[in-house]
């Protein structure tokens, strides 16, 4: 019997997007990039888990907490070019999944929720780990 094989972040770094005034941030996992959608300001965690990227974005200035999570099956449709930043990943122009794509689940804690949950200081395996549940199709 064969060894399954973990998916995991290969390379990060930055890709454009025609008519763009700038470039995203952008990870890649297995063969497929993904762009997060992380704002300035944002601190960011990604990890595989369960043949999913999870994502959590973090705006302590703007009260504002993002799950998101993005089946690694989904497809990739939107045109943009590798741009800087990746190491492993040999520049090109791809096909990506964006956090705006059909099937991208998300579910954001902010304001007052944000403030009455404590989110703020929550390591982010505690924030999936308590958040996890609410993830609705965006």
């Known amino acids: 019997m064969g060894r399954r094989v973990m998916a ?7 890709v454009w997007f025609q008519g763009a005034f700038r470039p995203e941030y952008a990870l890649r996992v297995k ?3 993904f762009v997060p959608g992380m704002e300035d300001g944002d601190l960011i965690d990604c990890r595989v888990r369960d ?15 993002i ?3 993005f089946c690694l099956d989904l497809l990739a449709a939107t045109p943009a070019s590798l741009f800087n ?3 492993k990943t040999p520049h090109a122009d791809v096909q990506v999944v964006t956090s705006k794509d059909s099937g991208v689940e998300e579910h954001i804690v902010e304001g007052d929720s944000y403030r009455a949950e ?21």
């Open 8 to 14: 995991e972040i290969e390379d990060t770094g930055k």
């Open 31 to 33: 063969n497929k990039v």
């Open 51 to 65: 043949n999913a990227l999870v994502v959590d974005l973090h705006d302590s200035e703007k009260d504002k907490r």
């Open 67 to 69: 799950l998101r999570r």
């Open 85 to 87: 930043g990746f190491e």
């Open 118 to 138: 404590s989110v703020a200081g929550m390591d982010s395996a505690t924030f999936y780990e308590r958040y996890a549940d609410f993830l609705t199709n965006g």
